[in-house]
């Protein structure tokens, strides 16, 4: 059996950093995830209790197969409704991803081009100090 060796205080605070960019970076790209405009028609909460208040009607005299469908519906709908009122301040997030963006991208070796297609903009990369070229 081999000897462990503690782990020096450098590579400890090398770690540690990884682990707090990877956060910064994580969150940052689940804020533009969950604040990506979707396709089609934006719902309002107006127009979701129009549509909550229709299936309440709808439940009255559904078969069994429909009742389901509704009531799976009436629960996405409120989750939705409930999704609305939580803001996401993507200001901070971002400006918190510029401070770390090019040195995880820089140990991760993570191309200018793989950030784009995640739906980073140019500005923010610019902003953090990653290039084309990088």
């Known amino acids: 059996?081999?000897?462990?060796?503690?782990m020096s205080d450098a590579h400890k605070a090398a770690l540690a950093k990884g682990r707090a960019e990877g956060r910064v970076v994580r969150e940052y790209l689940e804020g533009l995830r969950a604040t990506k405009p979707k396709r089609g028609r934006k719902r309002t909460p107006e127009t979701i209790e129009k549509r909550l208040g229709k299936i309440e009607e709808e439940l009255a005299d559904a078969?069994?197969?429909?009742?389901?469908?509704?009531v799976q519906e009436r629960r996405?709908?409120?989750d939705e409704?409930?999704?609305m009122s939580?803001?996401?301040d993507m200001a901070a997030l971002e400006n918190a991803f510029v401070e770390v963006a090019?040195?995880?991208s820089d140990s991760k070796k993570i191309a200018y081009a793989s950030w784009?297609?995640?739906g980073v903009e140019a500005s923010v990369l610019k902003r953090a100090g990653i290039s084309r070229g990088a």
């Open 76 to 78: 996405d709908l409120h």
């Open 1 to 6: 059996m081999a000897d462990k060796r503690p």
């Open 63 to 70: 078969s069994p197969i429909d009742e389901l469908a509704l």
């Open 86 to 88: 939580e803001t996401i």
């Open 116 to 118: 784009r297609d995640v």
């Open 81 to 83: 409704l409930a999704a």
């Open 102 to 104: 090019s040195s995880y």
